[in-house]
């Protein structure tokens, strides 16, 4: 496996790979779990070769403590990748990807900045922007990105669509542990006393689709997931949309089609996320 810490030296790896046969793209910022790996294993099984990416990014964390306290796992990053069978990983350092003087952004204007992004402002306008560097350094034929990131994967299908980006983006299913918590590199930095409590997302998720799915409302949905949250003192809820899975755009009411439920909760100081997708 290819170690790339330069961009000359990701190109040209990514190149002869090009040369070799198509390649899938899965970026990462480390602290690789199972949900990682699932990303990895959906590019391989579409593309001759796999690169992956380990960068911190720090344009798109708001509060300097997240950026510090984010896990970092290198070396054991490294082995996952290689027993997995990628062929490269770029490792750039900030001052690589970020050099003196850089000043141009990527915003996907009005997604960026509703739902999660209004209560993380900046947030996509990082990811956006990292993500296009990404793409134009590495020119992958495809990426593959977690849905349980849900409203950053519609953030950059609507980038690489609207920049007639040639990488194709992809979504993977969100791979979760035994007790419903989605996995997530945070997940090590929560209490034994929040892990614990931490699965009431996906418990509420799948209440809220049980009530949609027996002809209840979208507000009867979410007044189920804001019971079960109060219901969990460890827990304080920071965002809830109900969205067209189709549009993204916010729906209320009765259901006609299929809905992307988004959730976000604080655990002390770890915040957390999860989705689902329901058809009525
Ligand atoms: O999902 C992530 O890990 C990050 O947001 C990404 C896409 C690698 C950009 O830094």
Do not use: W
Request: glycine content about 8%; aromatic content about 4%; overall charge negative.
């Amino acid at each position: 496996m290819l170690i790339c810490k330069t961009i000359a030296e990701m190109r040209s790896a990514a190149a002869a790979l090009r040369d070799a046969g198509s390649v899938g793209l899965v970026t990462t910022m480390g602290a690789l779990h199972a949900g990682h790996m699932a990303l990895v294993a959906a590019a391989q099984a579409d593309h001759a070769n796999v690169i992956a990416t380990i960068f911190v990014n720090p344009t798109q964390f708001g509060d300097p403590s997240d950026l510090e306290k984010y896990p970092r796992t290198e070396q054991a990053d490294l082995a996952m990748l290689q027993a997995a069978g990628v062929a490269a990983v770029f490792m750039p350092d900030v001052d690589t990807m970020y050099p003196a003087g850089s000043e141009t952004i990527v915003e996907t204007t009005h997604l960026a900045n509703i739902l999660h992004g209004a209560v993380r402002p900046g947030h996509f306008r990082g990811v956006a922007t990292i993500v296009t560097k990404l793409f134009n350094i590495i020119g992958a034929d495809a990426a593959y990105f977690g849905e349980k990131d849900y409203q950053q994967l519609a953030v950059i299908r609507r980038m690489a669509h609207d920049l007639s980006m040639p990488t194709t983006v992809h979504g993977v299913p969100t791979v979760r542990e035994a007790d419903g918590l989605a996995m997530s590199s945070r997940n090590v930095r929560l209490t034994p006393d929040d892990r614990a409590a931490a699965p009431v997302l996906h418990r509420a998720l799948l209440a809220a689709e049980q009530v949609i799915q027996a002809g209840g409302t979208i507000e009867d949905a979410t007044d189920a997931i804001r019971a079960m949250i109060a219901d969990v003192p460890q827990a304080t809820l920071v965002g809830l949309d109900v969205v067209d899975a189709r549009t993204f755009t916010p729906v209320s009411g009765r259901a006609t089609d299929t809905l992307g439920i988004m959730i976000s909760a604080q655990f002390g100081d770890v915040l957390l996320i999860d989705q689902k997708e329901t058809t009525p």
